[in-house]
Nanobody, 118 residues
Framework: VQLQASGGGLVQTGGSLRLSCAVSGNFFMIADMAWYRQTPGKQRELVAT???????YVQDSVKGRFTISRDSARYRVDLQMNSLKPEDTAVYYC?????????????WGQGTQVTVSS
């Protein structure tokens, strides 16, 4: 099982980016899907998460600016980021709990850099 993240880049303050993360490989079920971010010297923090039935949680610092969504038919989770600020600069990672039918595992994407210039 692999998670492949894409969509990062360089954007000016106030701009927008859309991150996508696709799950591939052999699996039985996907549970919650989430986006985390990490800056140098800091712990990875949860940005947003969405359950298998579409219930979403977004961290307070990005509420009203970021939206998480998932396409269960395509095994994909997206993060729409609007009104970006320099403090949103980080490496963003997608994450998901995935079952192979026998056991559950936690999987991470490779990370995609988001840089917001002031």
């Amino acid at each position: 099982v692999q998670l492949q993240a894409s969509g990062g880049g360089l954007v000016q303050t106030g701009g927008s980016l859309r991150l996508s993360c696709a799950v591939s490989g052999n699996f039985f079920m996907i549970a919650d899907m989430a986006w985390y971010r990490q800056t140098p010297g800091k712990q990875r923090e949860l940005v947003a998460t969405i359950t298998s039935d579409g219930r979403a949680y977004v961290q307070d610092s990005v509420k009203g600016r970021f939206t998480i969504s998932r396409d269960s038919a395509r095994y994909r989770v997206d993060l729409q980021m609007n009104s970006l600020k320099p403090e949103d600069t980080a490496v963003y990672y997608c994450n998901s709990g995935i079952s192979d039918g026998k056991s559950w595992g936690e999987y991470w994407g490779q990370g995609t850099q988001v840089t917001v210039s002031s």
